[in-house]
């Protein structure tokens, strides 16, 4: 009797330690959701269960009395008890907070990013210069857990092994509101490279495929994905770049942070127009904007010419064409085509395009990503209008 006693405390002992680690766990890390609440409440039930038949056990040890059917029936007993006690309270919840919308949700999780120390450092190792951007992440009205940042969408996409998404390093993190900003890294460059690379963790084989050149700038759309009431989503999209001293820079372009510009009103020129006037006028400017990026192009420095120009200088002057020519686009023609591609997807009943649509980019700010983003920018025009 004495070896059983010994071997039932022991085990006794291990689901003990297990479910109050368990229960520890969940209330270190819980948020308000079905699972957590399952979680916190199976780590407890596990405890009481644990003494409840382990005092069983000694009694029918002690004093003879059965101990198999009494364990069983507290057992399930208790469990339904349980169970029925996490369902009442989840479905209450619901009923106290109606209204809870997938939009609700997404605010609740703030991407932050500012050109400034916090978001955009540098260090120096062995003489040279590691530039790192990274973004903010702060939660409002509730926690989340096992948040994780992906790479979701680059354009143009270069090849990268394994493709997207991307994850990146440090996900399956916790973010509640009294907590300070969350940083995370989302690429670095060293100063003597001509490549970036995004903060994934370092694989096995094929590294060298993910890296990216850094002589055009690239669109890259950033998704979180946490665990809250539910599991939410909140998608971001930044422009990628790096200067000529080879530093990496990182620009919010999406709609939240896109130049404002006045709504199309109902007596404006582009309502009053007909189908057909309206795809006559898109396809002329389309047609114009071609012929600007052609002129614009004939002003671009190459690398070779002259041949006495170092790489310093043809960076320096392709970072200054480029700037002027974001500076052109964006004066004398970003509105407008904005303003027709509102339209047209107005009459279409199109909804607002991925950061994957070509030229959708150039649209809405002034940054030009890729190698003929102005003609991209006419070509989605031009197809929306042909099919008016």
Known sequence: MREAIIIASAIGLFFFLATSVMTAVAIKYATPSLLWDMILWGGITGMALTIATFALFLSSQLTGRPFLWPALLINFGLCLIVGGLVWHLSERQKVVNPGVTEAGEHEKIEIHFEPKASYETSEITNGHILSTVRIGLKASG???????????????????????????????????????????????????????????????????????????????????????AETIEK?????????????????????????????????????????????????AFATTLRHFEAEQKKLQPHAREPDTMTPQDFAKKFSEWSANEAEAWGNQYRVQGAELAEELRSRLALPTPSIGQPGFIALISHNLVGPSPISDAADYLESLARRL
Not at 178 to 189: A, L, N, R, T
């Open 142 to 228: 509730q926690s989340f857990s096992n948040c994780k940042v992906y790479i979701e969408k680059i354009a143009p996409e270069p090849p990268l092994a394994g493709g997207l998404p991307i994850l990146l390093e440090g996900g399956g993190f916790v973010l509640r509101p009294d907590d300070p900003e969350k940083f995370i890294d989302i690429g670095s460059q060293w100063d003597n490279a001509n490549q970036y690379r995004f903060n994934a963790p370092f694989g096995m084989f094929a590294e060298t495929l993910n890296y990216i050149k850094d002589d055009i700038p690239h669109a890259i759309e950033i998704k979180i994905k946490a665990i809250g």
């Open 235 to 283: 998608n971001a999209l930044f422009r990628i770049w790096t200067d000529e001293s080879k530093k990496l820079h990182l620009e919010r372009v999406d709609a939240s942070n896109a130049p404002a510009r006045p709504p199309i009103a109902i007596g404006s020129p582009l309502a009053g127009l007909t189908n057909a006037q309206l795809r006559e006028r898109t396809i």
